[in-house]
């Protein structure tokens, strides 16, 4: 896989930001009663057709398990706002020692009135974002794309969770991963009778 | 002349197609009519038509005979002077005559949008009316449409070097520019709903769906501005703009807003220009409706206009049904201007729609 500077997805545009820096926060794989501790910070843009300008990050924390998360949110639309609150994307080790992220997506969520998260189905995905998401992950580095019985010998009950299993610290795959499930989903209005 | 195909959806090219299909399809009439009325010993006959048009008062506005709105007005008349000599004449070749005179009216009005949808309706009534005397043009009208066909299913690869286009008559480039011109100025202003094209506006408002008030920058109400079209403008913006948020508003009231990612034209800060006036804007959607005297029927889906709306359209029917009567045909256009095609002059707008009073799907937004 060659070393991007940047991917177009659909309305949004992802720059990777060059170098790593230190940062000091709570991983969320620890619950809220963490310690503080150090992680290592790789980061990238997303700025849409419509005026969002946000930073993202990749967070590696030596004790615990690494994290996407916005950093800034720089412009941007009232309704972007909802990027900037929710929407963290947890990665877990797979099995075979690459990184799973689970394919959750905000959506609109009418009782509250604002964006959560839930469970990703690809058809769903695929109509907002107007291309096979599947083929646009594997085209972009991911290793598999299915649900964690198929791609991940997950027998549990989240077995039936759709997920992307991932090469450790691939940032192109990852940034594509939030930039769909996330900022897409909100610039599309996804989940909202409009 | 060349018969040329499109290769893909290039407004330009197709709206030459449809022009330069018009020329050839006069000329090869009027060929056609000269040797059958030569053989007749009636070289004179196009003179002959206009002074029997003219005794019987009707308006004769036709140089030649090789103006095809003649031959298709003529052909279609009760008293026909030309009917006899067109083989395999029947009920539905007049209607297609009909249909194409309208047609070719709007394409001449910078009324008919280019695109492989209309290219594929105008190709169709052309073979209709040019299958039966056997011309040229019914054989390129036949290929357009499954070209057409074959585009729209994504199954045409168009050809790497593309031939030099043939060059073009003069009254072809003439109406290739009057729809350049036509475009620019609906770029500018583009119907609600439909993607905002220009800079973006400086004045940044906001919209409320709770309060269904209109805000500045400061969270003060602007609303007040609009005087008695306060309601009715917050209306209309949340109509084409649901979720509300920050919209952008010109010099000249016309407000952007950003749906799904897309800068769209959401309506206007204050009374729409024209608002008055009956002339029609756009481009004409190519779909044909009539009036039932109560309804208006999709011809297409045969799906009835009461039945179909989001929001009540009775009161919108029964003003119908004081301006236009039973059995009319209407036509609008992407503005939402419902008007009775005319196959001479301009149109007139007898009310204007919109998305929640109309036909799902087919307006803008």
Known sequence: ?194 | MSFVLPVDDNDVTILGIMAAMEISAAKEFSDFLNNQFSTAGQPDWFEEVRHYRKALGAPFTYNSANDLRFVLNEAAQPDSQIWHLIPNMNQMWVNAADNLRKKLNQLHHQQLRPDLNTLFQISSLFQQVTESPGLDVAGWARAVKSRVQAILAGTFEPPQVLDPEPPKPEAVRAIEQEYETAQREFEKRPPWGAKWKGPKPSRKLSVDRNTRDIYDENGTSVKGELGKLGGQVTEIWLRYYPRGGEVWVDEDGATMGYIKGTATMIGWFGAAPDEDADTVRGFVLPREYEFTGVDVIDLESRSMLSKNTKEPVLEHLSLLSEKIPEGAKLNITDYGDLFVPVDEGDPERITRMHKGIWFPGQLPG
Not at chain 1, 61 to 90: C, F, T, Y
Not at chain 1, 177 to 183: E, I, Q
Request: hydrophobic residues 40%.
């Open chain 1, 1 to 194: 896989m060659s070393e991007l500077e940047s991917i177009s997805v659909s309305k949004c545009e992802i720059n990777f930001l060059p170098g790593t820096k230190d940062y000091r926060g709570k991983p969320m794989s620890e619950g809220r009663e963490a310690a503080e501790q150090s992680a290592t910070l790789t980061s990238f843009r997303v700025e849409s057709s419509d005026e969002l300008n946000l930073i993202v990050g990749l967070l590696e924390w030596p004790q615990a398990n690494p994290e996407v998360k916005v950093i800034d949110l720089l412009a941007g639309l009232e309704k972007h706002n909802e990027l900037e609150q929710r929407g963290r994307m947890s990665i877990t080790p797979a099995r075979d020692g690459n990184w799973l992220v689970v394919l959750s997506v905000l959506k609109y969520n009418a009782d509250k009135d604002r964006f959560t998260l839930h469970a990703g189905h690809l058809d769903q995905i695929d109509e907002y974002l107007g291309q096979s998401f599947e083929e646009l992950l594997l085209a972009v580095g991911a290793l598999r794309v299915g649900t964690r019985a198929e791609i991940d010998e997950e027998t549990s009950r989240t077995a039936n969770q759709l997920a992307v299993v991932v090469t450790p610290g691939d940032i192109q795959t990852l940034a594509v991963t939030y930039t769909v499930t996330r900022a897409l989903a909100v610039i599309n209005d996804f989940g909202m009778d409009v």
